[in-house]
């Protein structure tokens, strides 16, 4: 390894509003000569929206390909690819990887780093952490998410009604990310449980299209973007271990 | 009402590294006449520690005492003593309020927002999110939090033994916060369910004086401070529900 090769920097900027960038992540960001981020379907990603204001023509821009399948080769192949095409950056000095909300959190940053660590165990890696949308669609609602003794469940999209239903006999917040897919269940869920009322759907949270629902006994469906969450609070008297 | 009454904004600085602010949060610091804080035992509390390179002679500072005890009808005084100094201060303009990690999770500023909105409800209220510490502690880790499908539990500190067992049967990942108090009886469940190795502790996460374990194995006993936390990353195999 040369004394050259640079840090892969992953630095998560927040849920959408360009002022919620940490400013860690602004100064890594605005000094790395090579700024990284998933392309999105149109070729530009929420992350490289973000930061844009902030992007020098000097600065390299590198859209890394993550395509939205299942399929685990389809996948991993995009990760190598993805993993190969920053270590050649790495080579000449700092790469920043952008990526909205935080970098531990659900995020393609994990499949980047552990390739690259895979193929190159010395290539060094740092995280800066973001705020994740959980916290912001909170906020924009004016409600606390958590208090107290609160037991907080967040499930991403892949859930089962089961797998609901047994959450909310046990947590007192719920959090339910990416749930356009499958929110006609989950509201035929909360109705059945009583909970219409003690649920928010927010999408795209501090972005200015951000829309919010605070009542969904009118909505058994809604069509929602690909970055919206549920958050419900189970009322003390409903959890089953409540003090 | 009248037209000089200000707005209070609840600002989440982040887990403890100053650098971690967001733009927005230290905007409306630099700009307030007024910055309240949570005092801590010792007079300044850790949010004023993280912001305090940035406030003037000028702005008044406004620490608020709220007393480390369980007893409501304690904690309800001093709310209200809390409220009732802000909304001294609101009738001459904006007050901020930071506090450390985010402001909906498991904040004081709940409690002081609430209060403040009972006695005045035209109070106008503002959150501005942050980066908590269970993000900045995986970020200090070098490790996702959450991947793919994972099921994330947070459980505060007033948890039970059987309420972790359960627990544990069915996320993939469970952060115990505030884990001082309880780690001895945390490390045996963990031991007795084979999980000392996929579990880590992580003091002050992001300040100076962060300290981590990675291996609990020879750890049945630490000296924590009341900031610590403790992740536990439950191999697939081992939930129930895994896929």
Known sequence: MSAQVGILYGIGVGPGDPELVSLKGLRLLKSAPVVAFPAGLQGTGIAQQIVSQW??????????KFPYVQEQAVLEQAWQV???EVWQYLQQGDVVFVCEGDVSFYSTFTYL?????QHHPDAQIQTIPGICSPLAAAAAL?????????RLAILPALYTVAELESVLKWADVVVLLKVSSVYEQVWAILKAHQLLEHSYVVERATLPQQVI???LHDRPQLELPYFSL??????RSKSANAN
Chains 1, 2 share one sequence.
């Open 55 to 64: 992007l020098r023509p000097e600065q390299h821009q590198l859209p890394l």
């Open 230 to 235: 549920l958050i419900i609070q189970v009322p």
């Open 142 to 150: 004016g409600i606390p998410l958590t208090i107290s003794s609160d």
């Open 82 to 84: 993805a993993a190969a």
């Open 213 to 215: 629902y605070q009542d």
């Open 113 to 117: 780093a552990q390739t690259l660590q």
